[in-house]
DNA sequence: CAATTATTCAAGAGATCTATTGAATTAATG
DNA sequence: CATTAATTCAATAGATCTCTTGAATAATTG
């Protein structure tokens, strides 16, 4: 009556998921759907893959459940199928930070700047944002941020940002942010604007993260 | 400078950590390595594996830190590498039970008297053991126990309950534990002690889940 | 209704994963 | 120092995964 294959039954169903995680595209892709909904053929842009290859990744994806998908018109929409997805690669980047020297030797080449540019916590954004403090700055491409931004920020992307430095209140301090943890445009937006003598932090994780925590989301119809 | 391969490097790195949990006897010995060190046959008899099988396995499980080992005599003891390990687990096994109509099957197949039982938070039963109002039972078998243990909990393997109903106060409620959410030992248990007549509930989790929210772990000395 | 667009399906070559087997290490024991 | 015990290494066959290619499906447009 107690254990007879139902443990190596369940293990083989937990293994499933992760057997869906272990591949570095679909953890690229699952990241951008961590940002909203896409289109197949919006993922394959952004992730470098054809289109037929994305699709059997978002289908391998679909069958365990990590994610769903909406056709409207002739295209499909795929997003996480809940939070506790986002909750699982949270986890999972954080073991890998912690116990892959590889990925140490990463993040320090590319973000080496990290500590330097100490992040703020959402939760102390969002009381800044209430009191009239600060400048969001949102530099991810415009389709992203239509499709879900923290609310009042403003989009800039990356290579627009020195043309539009006046767009910012110069007397203000500007928290920028981007897709996440490992996203380098909010911390090259920072750099770029500390070298312009504007003063600017990074938010402590990017749009997935604040939804994560339960803060408000704002989004532009099209 | 901003992301040329890196970002793809990274995630091929996150995706190792995932492929190692790509398995499940791999995940199944995980699971017996969150209850405390084990050596490798140990591991393999738990597991039903061969000997050189479950080496290879834990040897892929050690190539992503997922568990480090130590020398002891002409004995290997492994162990996870960290808290985080656990919490990863614990955040797969919730995306499975949650996204798998599968998983859910197989749990109410096994476990359907499960909600019938409520189970008592960690930190509820840390205050009842202090006020001395309950027992804390151990229901693994006697290795596990002394690996380590809840304090003042007694151990009476499942198979041996009902001869030592006696050692039990009959007027104190009872609390049964195992090795975690899934483990069936200490729902049989309770339901044993039920018939009885005895009061009996099960912790929330098992001795991993103890550990990781920071509560004290005693251990025997062989 | 034909042409176009977005996505999915199907099949195959090459790489990777898994379990098995037997030999090789390494440490303890008599 | 030979023997034994615990673990690891190495090689192999069979299964599974990944990418590519080209065709099939389904919704939209002219």
Redesign the pocket.
């Known amino acids: 009556m107690s254990t007879g294959h139902f443990k190596h039954d369940l293990f083989s169903q937990f ?2 998921v992760a ?1 869906a995680l ?5 953890l690229e892709l699952l990241e951008f759907l961590a940002q909203g909904e ?7 842009q952004v992730s470098g ?12 994806l ?1 069958q365990t459940g990590l994610v769903i ?1 909406r ?8 997003r996480l199928s809940g939070m506790d997805v986002s909750a699982l690669l949270g986890s999972l980047r954080e073991v890998a930070e912690r116990h892959l020297a590889d990925v140490d030797r990463l993040v320090d080449d590319y973000l080496k700047v990290k500590d330097s540019l100490e992040p703020i916590p959402a939760a102390q954004l969002l009381e800044r944002v209430r009191d009239g403090l600060v400048t969001v700055l949102d530099v991810r491409p415009p389709e992203e941020y239509a499709a879900g931004h923290l609310p009042g920020a403003i989009n800039i992307p990356l290579a627009e940002l020195e043309k539009q430095l006046d767009a910012l209140d110069p007397s203000q301090e500007v928290v920028a942010y981007c897709r996440g943890p490992h996203c380098v445009l909010a911390f090259d937006a920072v750099a770029k604007l500390r070298e312009r003598g504007v003063k600017a932090r990074r938010l402590d994780g990017g749009l997935p993260e604040w939804r994560m925590e339960g803060f408000p989301v704002e989004s532009s119809s099209t």
Do not use: C, F, I, P
């Open positions: 293994a499933r057997k272990s591949n570095g595209y679909r896409r289109s197949v053929d919006a993922l394959a893959l054809t289109v037929a290859n994305t699709s059997q990744h978002l289908q391998q679909r998908n056709k409207a018109g002739h295209k499909v929409y795929y």
